[in-house]
């Protein structure tokens, strides 16, 4: 595995750690390829897309959620008559999305999933881990280091209002700030990770627009960056 990969795979997982996911306790065919899904929806919004696992005949990576109701969300798939299994497992959200890029290369994703009518509407919230890092690895003990990571925390702002800074942080940097805490957190208590020294967070309203996409974000920079990936073993048994 590339050093550079490790750092992907960390971050990857710690983004992975801090999606949401609540149980499923029922599902109900309503007709019509229209399915209720019963579950806490307390954090989930219309056109969100959720991983639906452990859930007989319903499982998928990329499910979206049609309408929300009174406890439980809709689904529309195109098989009307799946049997409903009789024990039911979870969802998470796929949100916040990850992504290792360069900016150029990010712009050129975020621009080919508008053409999509399935991804259009998977691009944010974004965890952003700009490809600028240079990894070693000690021999000895199997620690990794990175000396600075720069993530980039980015969400989509309304173009068609010209919000003044202030009330940018009042009314959209809060999404932004939660997904930074529960980043932070996670990195504080991930088991691969042996040790940073220190983070700095910087608001950019209106970001620099890298990624032809008009949006608000967060940078955020994490030194020195020690962790431990558990390698795999390709050789066959």
């Known amino acids: 595995m590339a050093l550079n990969n490790t750092i992907q795979d960390l971050i990857g997982q710690v983004v992975d750690n801090i999606r949401i996911t609540s149980a499923i306790t029922a599902i ?15 954090t989930l919004a219309v056109n969100d897309w959720v991983e639906i696992a452990d859930t007989d005949g319903f499982d998928s990576d990329n499910v979206k959620i049609v309408t929300i109701e009174t406890g439980y969300f809709t689904i529309l798939l195109t098989d009307e008559s799946i049997t409903i299994p009789s024990t039911f497992g979870t969802w998470k959200a796929n949100s916040p999305y990850c992504d290792y890029e360069n900016f150029k290369n990010e712009a050129s994703i975020l621009t080919s999933k508008n053409k999509s009518l399935v991804l259009k509407n998977q691009k944010f919230p974004l965890v952003f881990l700009l490809f600028t890092i240079n990894v070693t690895k000690n021999k000895r003990t199997g620690i990794h280091n990175a000396p600075t990571v720069t ?16 009330q940018k942080n009042e009314n959209e940097f809060p999404v932004l700030r939660n997904i930074e805490n529960l980043l932070t957190n996670e990195l504080t208590k991930n088991t691969n990770i042996q040790y940073f020294d220190e983070y700095t967070s910087e608001e950019l309203p209106y970001m620099p627009n890298k990624l032809n996409s008009q949006v608000n974000a967060i940078r955020l920079q994490i030194n020195d960056l020690k962790y431990m990936i558990l390698e795999c073993n390709t050789k066959n048994n």
Do not use: Q
């Not at 109900?28 to 307390?42: L, P, Q, R």
């Not at 989509?156 to 919000?163: A, I, M, P, Q, S």
């Open 151 to 166: 993530l980039y925390i980015i969400d989509r702002t309304d173009e068609k209002v010209n919000l003044y800074a202030k």
């Open 28 to 42: 109900i065919n309503a007709g019509g390829g229209v399915y209720n899904v019963f579950t806490d929806v307390k």
